[in-house]
């Protein structure tokens, strides 16, 4: 069997490292890959926005499954394309992907379906934005609606930072065309949540729940990125809690999607807030969250090969369970210096080897040169640490980051530390390091 991964990052080496120890036997093909996922897959020169050539490769090369990554293929249509040729792929279509290339279209449905989210206005009209900001109560959250890699909320404290915010994403169009409409929304105080599902179109399977950490800097503070990393499982993580948000979220979207004729099948990311009022949805996506897949996937001990062949035949989830390996895992992303301005980059890195029970390390911005292995991107590496507990996870993370050098390299020393610090505190909660 063959399977082609599209993409480059984390999110796609951790799928290469998952399928690599599910079927030894099959040939993995990733484009354009990274080379951190060397042996393990074959490389092939195609961008994963380039949906023709990548239709072309999965056609010539017999490839059973196609598993996209990013969500840029998925919002121009490789599903579509790959479907109308007959070549089985796992992912929403490009409609059914409007989830996340358009908030204003993911918020309008869940306003109308009762999916619990943040009060909201959309606009497409700057002056009307600004107008509206001015009676706004404090803080704010402002996004872009189209597709800004990650980096298109600004969480406001004031109306004057939002106003900024505006002008930056509709008049300076900082993010191009996804600023060209905004969302203005109520901020939501709580604890964030990731909870992913696998969707066939009119039901979900969950994967363990898991938390990443946006903010650049250590204690939440600084710049949002596009993740400095996470830790699952993530508590409230009991099957209670996630089939209720198997019912509240995911299923209403499931069926209002098939009642537009657009059915959602592939990975469901409902990002939540969990506040005073229950959870929240902040935003959806549609694909597995980057660095999340680097702790999420590693901690499945059923397998994840025929859930995702079942959806892109089109069949069913009847019947399947995702089950959790014991233990823990967390990582750090370790980030170029400057991230997430410009970053600094081709900086040679030098990674020792670890005990892959203990410690793994996903590529996510990096290149060869000259043989020589050089950062490639703002984040370079996601080291997850696996522990019996979340704090041996994090401690083998930490040490694991601290001997791997490449000037400039900048982490977070806190991640996970919401439950760490809870048990510190509160000796009842220990049992949220023993996972």
Not at 207 to 227: F, H, M, Q, V, W
């Amino acid at each position: 069997m063959k399977i082609l991964v599209v993409g480059s990052g984390g999110r796609e080496h951790a799928f290469v490292d998952t399928l690599a120890r599910e079927a030894p036997d099959a040939t993995l093909l990733v484009a354009p890959g990274n080379p951190g996922m060397e042996p393990a897959a074959r490389r092939v020169s195609i961008e994963a926005r380039d949906v023709e050539s990548l239709a072309r490769l999965a056609a010539e090369e017999d490839v059973a499954l196609t598993i996209v990554g990013p969500e840029a293929p998925l919002a121009a249509g490789i599903v579509d394309r790959f479907e109308t040729a007959g070549l089985p792929i796992f992912g929403p279509s490009a409609a059914a992907a409007r989830l996340e290339s358009s908030k204003a279209f993911a918020k309008d449905l869940m306003r109308d379906r009762g999916v619990p989210t943040a009060a909201y206005a959309t606009f497409r009209d700057a002056a009307r934005a600004l107008r509206h900001v001015k009676s706004h109560p404090e803080p704010l959250v402002v996004k872009a609606s189209g597709l800004a890699a990650g980096k298109g909320a600004v969480v406001c404290d004031t109306r004057a930072e939002a106003a900024a915010a505006i002008e930056s994403m509709m008049i300076e169009a900082c993010f191009g065309e996804a600023g060209a409409e905004v969302v203005v929304e109520e901020f939501m105080e709580g604890i964030e949540l990731s909870v992913f599902f696998i969707a066939d179109g009119e039901d979900v399977v969950a994967l363990p729940t898991s938390r990443d950490y946006k903010r650049a800097g250590e204690g939440d503070r600084g710049l949002n990125t596009g993740g400095m990393g996470a830790y699952a499982p993530a508590s409230p993580g009991q099957p209670s809690f996630v089939e209720a948000v198997r019912d509240t979220v995911a299923r209403p979207v499931l069926a209002a999607m098939a009642e537009a004729g657009t059915p959602y099948r592939g990975f469901l990311y409902a990002g939540l807030m969990l506040t005073d009022e229950g959870p929240k949805v902040v935003e959806f996506n549609c694909r597995l969250g980057d660095p999340e897949t680097q702790v999420v996937l590693p901690l499945l001990a059923s397998g994840l090969l025929d859930p995702l062949l079942r959806v892109a035949r089109g069949g069913s989830l009847s019947g399947v369970r995702l089950d959790r390996a014991p233990g823990a895992a967390l990582v750090t992303v370790m980030a170029s210096e400057g991230y997430p301005g410009p970053s600094q980059l081709g900086r040679p890195i030098d990674i020792p080897e670890f005990d892959p029970d203990e410690v793994r390390v996903f590529h996510a911005g990096t290149r060869k040169r000259e043989g020589r292995l050089v950062t490639a991107g703002g984040r370079v590496l996601g080291v997850t640490g696996f522990g019996r507990t979340l704090a041996e996870a994090a401690a083998r993370s930490r040490a694991a980051v601290e001997r791997i050098r490449f000037e400039g390299a900048r982490w977070r020393g806190d991640i996970g530390w919401h439950e760490l610090e809870a048990a510190r505190v509160d000796p009842s909660a220990r049992a949220l390091l023993s996972v």
